[in-house]
């Protein structure tokens, strides 16, 4: 017998070569005195290495791994949207307790660990390599959440999103091995051919499996009912992970949600689309009206993610072109809208004695224009204004669930819409309409002094942490204004998979 080696794409690979090797270099930093303080420089040069590879790719699809992995324009869009995630982060880690902690070198490839499972997540087209990256992706986030060691709830953060995920983690396996009993395939295609030729309505094995398939993805994209965790790691984690977290794992999740939902069960469509519509509205329905008591604005921003879940899942119900474009578009601002807010948090929680609470914020717009002003397009574009990117990703997915026969889902969106107006005017009133002048007192919270992180006077000042946010916010803006190049972005990351 003669061995026939597999055919290997090292040119489409390269992206993932990039992650691996940067994360071994910045592993390697740590334990190199001279190199100890270049991990976060080191960090963003892998990440931008690996930004290059995949957009040398762009409108060129390939198959890689024996059909594990399959390289395509959704898969680029949305590994480069966690890509900005954690550069961004990267930046707000500058001086960040957390890293310091955990050890810069050490803290950096955890990141760099997440990300290389969010990139294969992106990709994975088979049960085995869909399972592996999740692993990849979630393990890293684990440790993160807990890195600010002297902080109890970043300790409680790590812990209860290692419980919860691993019981999310288990219950996809579950399902998984379900849908692998029912359907005799691993591949997303080969599972369409399977579960078509038996027929899902009656196949009890395949529907469970589905089932649970569905609820391990709903827990990584803080779908309610299985969002309860969210507003709680959040609020605990370090502000850098935080907003990393916000918006790449959603993101993530998201691709190999779509992948699955319209690859693997496509024969099927009309029988998931109306129970994934129920999830979409109770999202809707539950971030936003927890959202409306939060004074912390991390819990806050928690709500308002399982909220905006809620509307990105509204692209996948349409189980089209129209609405994997809508989807991808959304996310590319919720990208903008998110770090813009978390800029401002991160340096406010550095300068206020208040940490993440609403009254750090109170009288910014006097104080720092600099700082209210993301904060303030931010929440406006959350809420769906004109002139933002929020604005424009509501009516394109709003256009994209009409067209889809889901008029009433469409109607949740706007109802949601409004009823967020509640949370985030809040905010804006606070930064512009109450005075100031309170940055500087003992802390008012309660149990927060003995955990409390030294107030830095000037990090409201400091262009690594106002530069993103100012960015994001004209980002923000300009796609709100001329959207036309981001939704011809989203419209060929869309038609990839079709």
């Given at each position: 017998?003669?061995?026939n080696?597999?055919?290997?794409?090292?040119?489409?690979?390269?992206?993932?070569?990039?992650?691996?090797?940067?994360?071994?270099v910045?592993?390697?930093?740590?334990v190199?005195r001279?190199?100890?303080r270049?991990?976060?420089?080191?960090?963003l040069?892998?990440?931008a290495?690996?930004a290059?590879?995949l957009?040398?790719?762009?409108?060129d699809?390939?198959t890689?791994?024996?059909?594990?992995?399959?390289?395509?324009?959704?898969?680029?869009?949305?590994?480069?949207?966690?890509?900005?995630?954690?550069?961004?982060?990267?930046?707000?880690?500058?001086?960040?307790?957390?890293?310091?902690?955990?050890?810069?070198?050490?803290?950096?490839?955890?990141l760099l660990?997440s990300?290389l499972?969010m990139?294969?997540?992106?990709?994975a087209?088979?049960l085995v390599?869909f399972?592996?990256?999740?692993?990849t992706?979630?393990?890293?986030l684990?440790?993160?959440?807990a890195?600010?060691?002297?902080?109890?709830r970043?300790?409680?953060?790590?812990?209860?999103?290692l419980?919860?995920?691993?019981?999310?983690?288990?219950?996809?396996l579950?399902?998984?091995?379900?849908?692998?009993?029912g359907?005799?395939?691993?591949g997303?295609?080969?599972?369409?051919?399977g579960v078509?030729?038996?027929?899902?309505?009656?196949?009890?094995?395949?529907?469970?499996g589905?089932?649970?398939?569905a609820?391990?993805?709903?827990?990584?994209?803080?779908?309610a009912?299985?969002?309860?965790?969210?507003?709680?790691?959040?609020?605990?984690?370090?502000?850098?992970?935080?907003?990393?977290?916000?918006?790449?794992t959603k993101?993530?999740?998201?691709?190999?949600?779509?992948?699955?939902?319209?690859?693997?069960?496509?024969?099927?469509t009309?029988?998931?689309q109306?129970?994934?519509?129920?999830l979409?509205?109770?999202?809707?329905?539950?971030?936003?009206?927890?959202?409306?008591?939060?004074?912390?604005?991390?819990?806050?921003?928690?709500y308002?993610g399982?909220?905006?879940?809620?509307?990105?899942l509204?692209g996948?119900?349409?189980?089209?072109?129209?609405?994997?474009s809508a989807?991808?578009?959304?996310?590319?601002?919720?990208?903008?809208?998110?770090?813009?807010?978390?800029?401002?948090?991160?340096?406010r929680?550095?300068e206020?004695?208040?940490?993440?609470?609403i009254?750090a914020?109170?009288?910014?717009?006097?104080?720092?224009?600099?700082?209210?002003?993301?904060?303030t397009?931010?929440?406006?574009?959350?809420a769906?204004?004109p002139?933002?990117?929020?604005?424009?990703g509501?009516?394109?997915?709003?256009?994209?669930?009409?067209?889809?026969d889901?008029?009433w889902?469409?109607?949740f969106i706007?109802?949601?819409?409004?009823?967020?107006?509640?949370?985030?005017?809040?905010?804006i009133?606070a930064?512009?309409?109450?005075?100031?002048?309170?940055?500087?007192?003992?802390p008012?919270?309660?149990?927060?002094?003995?955990?409390a992180?030294?107030?830095?006077?000037?990090?409201?000042?400091?262009i690594y942490?106002?530069?993103p946010a100012?960015?994001a916010?004209?980002?923000?803006?300009f796609?709100?204004v001329?959207?036309?190049?981001l939704v011809?972005?989203a419209?060929q990351a869309?038609?990839?998979?079709?």
């Amino acid at each position: 017998m003669t061995f026939n080696s597999p055919d290997i794409d090292y040119a489409a690979l390269s992206p993932i070569i990039a992650l691996t090797v940067g994360l071994c270099v910045v592993l390697l930093s740590a334990v190199i005195r001279p190199l100890r303080r270049t991990a976060p420089g080191l960090t963003l040069v892998a990440l931008a290495t690996t930004a290059g590879l995949l957009i040398w790719h762009w409108d060129d699809p390939t198959t890689l791994v024996a059909g594990a992995l399959r390289l395509d324009d959704l898969a680029i869009s949305i590994s480069l949207i966690a890509l900005a995630a954690a550069a961004f982060a990267v930046l707000l880690s500058v001086r960040e307790p957390a890293a310091e902690q955990a050890g810069s070198g050490e803290y950096h490839a955890l990141l760099l660990g997440s990300v290389l499972g969010m990139v294969l997540l992106a990709q994975a087209t088979n049960l085995v390599s869909f399972f592996v990256a999740i692993e990849t992706l979630s393990i890293p986030l684990y440790i993160l959440c807990a890195t600010n060691m002297l902080r109890e709830r970043s300790l409680e953060s790590g812990l209860k999103y290692l419980i919860v995920g691993s019981l999310g983690s288990a219950t996809l396996l579950y399902g998984m091995a379900f849908l692998y009993g029912g359907s005799g395939a691993t591949g997303f295609a080969a599972i369409a051919k399977g579960v078509d030729a038996a027929g899902l309505v009656a196949d009890p094995l395949v529907l469970v499996g589905i089932a649970l398939v569905a609820v391990g993805l709903a827990f990584k994209t803080s779908i309610a009912p299985f969002h309860q965790w969210t507003p709680d790691v959040y609020e605990g984690a370090p502000t850098p992970i935080t907003s990393f977290m916000a918006v790449a794992t959603k993101a993530a999740a998201f691709a190999v949600f779509v992948r699955f939902f319209l690859v693997a069960l496509g024969p099927e469509t009309a029988d998931w689309q109306p129970a994934l519509a129920v999830l979409a509205a109770a999202t809707i329905v539950i971030g936003n009206v927890g959202a409306l008591g939060q004074d912390s604005l991390k819990r806050l921003l928690g709500y308002s993610g399982v909220a905006q879940a809620g509307y990105i899942l509204g692209g996948l119900v349409v189980a089209g072109e129209a609405g994997v474009s809508a989807l991808v578009f959304y996310l590319v601002g919720y990208l903008f809208m998110n770090l813009a807010a978390f800029g401002v948090v991160v340096a406010r929680e550095r300068e206020s004695a208040f940490g993440d609470d609403i009254r750090a914020v109170r009288g910014l717009g006097a104080e720092r224009p600099l700082l209210a002003w993301p904060l303030t397009i931010s929440m406006l574009a959350l809420a769906g204004m004109p002139a933002t990117v929020g604005f424009i990703g509501k009516l394109y997915l709003i256009e994209a669930l009409v067209e889809g026969d889901y008029t009433w889902l469409a109607v949740f969106i706007a109802v949601g819409s409004m009823i967020s107006l509640a949370y985030y005017l809040r905010v804006i009133a606070a930064m512009w309409m109450r005075p100031g002048g309170e940055t500087s007192g003992a802390p008012a919270i309660a149990g927060a002094a003995p955990e409390a992180d030294p107030v830095d006077p000037g990090a409201g000042r400091r262009i690594y942490l106002v530069g993103p946010a100012l960015l994001a916010a004209a980002a923000t803006v300009f796609f709100g204004v001329i959207p036309q190049p981001l939704v011809e972005f989203a419209q060929q990351a869309g038609a990839s998979l079709f």
